[in-house]
């Protein structure tokens, strides 16, 4: 069983940087691979980005050249270093892991952490 947590969220002006950080519990990541999602009120879970064990990457094409996933697996923490926020950044930002590789639907995730709450503001 792996436990994630989220922190790191808040309010940001547009234009404004803020990373959020996963740290897990009870089973090591390094051999999961780690995503972002967010969910905006209203709408569908969106995929935000993706690190392989190996450190590959992936991202979602309206974050691209703005947001960087790092992990490090000493210390079991992902993180999500966002730049040039924009207003439709703003959403619940949650983190989780899967054993499939640089994958981007949700229900190929097999845990979840609880979200933390990102809020840019113009």
């Known amino acids: 069983q792996v436990s994630l947590v989220e922190s790191g969220g808040g309010l940001v002006q547009v234009g404004g940087s803020l990373r959020v950080s996963c740290a897990a519990s009870?089973?090591?990541?390094?051999?999961?691979?780690m995503g972002w999602f967010r969910q905006a009120p209203g709408k569908e879970r969106e995929f935000v980005a993706v690190?392989?064990?190996?450190?590959?990457?992936q991202y979602g094409d309206s974050v691209k050249g703005r947001f960087t996933i790092s992990r490090d697996n000493a210390k079991n923490t992902v993180f999500l270093q966002m730049y040039d926020l924009k207003p439709e950044d703003t959403a619940v930002y949650y983190c989780?892991?899967?054993?499939?590789?640089?994958?981007?639907?949700?229900?190929?995730?097999?845990?979840w952490g609880q979200g933390t709450q990102v809020t840019v503001s113009s």
């Open positions: 009870g089973r090591t990541l390094t051999t999961f691979s």
């Open positions: 989780a892991a899967n054993r499939l590789g640089l994958v981007t639907t949700p229900g190929t995730y097999s845990y």
């Open positions: 690190i392989s064990w190996a450190g590959g990457t």
